[in-house]
């Protein structure tokens, strides 16, 4: 049976993915398949957020009871980079490529703290505390990322 863990750290492996993408067209002077490859990452993102966000962080705190824990860290990490996407999307649409490598830099150094302390501590608790539900809960999860 799949875990949260290794369900939800799939999934930040394809947002990585979607975001090398970007790096890639952005490395080749391709503006455009730049702006539409940062767009697909960034839908992918805040598919992620919204999952754990509406889902995944509230049912871990109502079986836990912690709300001023791991998962209150996570939402504040998720504006800073909810805004940081929206800078270098915003860079990237002006065709302002140095404007947009600067902020996809603070971006991943970001995603990669953000996900190691999801994949090595928030998602290993979720898994320990919710085990009775993991079922039901990856299948929420899996919709929702789905339909994003």
Known sequence: MSTIR???TEDHR???DLFAEAEQAIAQKNLGAAVAAFE???NAVLAHFDSEEKTLFPT????TGITMG???VMRMEHVQMRALMDDAAEALKAGDA?????HA???LIMMQQHNMKEENVLYPMCDQHLAGETPELLARLETELAEA
Request: net charge negative; proline share 4%; charged share 25%.
């Open 6 to 8: 290794s369900f939800m």
């Open 14 to 16: 394809h947002c990585d």
């Open 40 to 42: 697909h990452f960034r």
């Open 60 to 63: 871990f705190e109502a079986k």
């Open 70 to 72: 791991p998962t209150q």
């Open 98 to 102: 140095d404007g947009y490598l600067g």
């Open 105 to 107: 830099e603070t971006l």
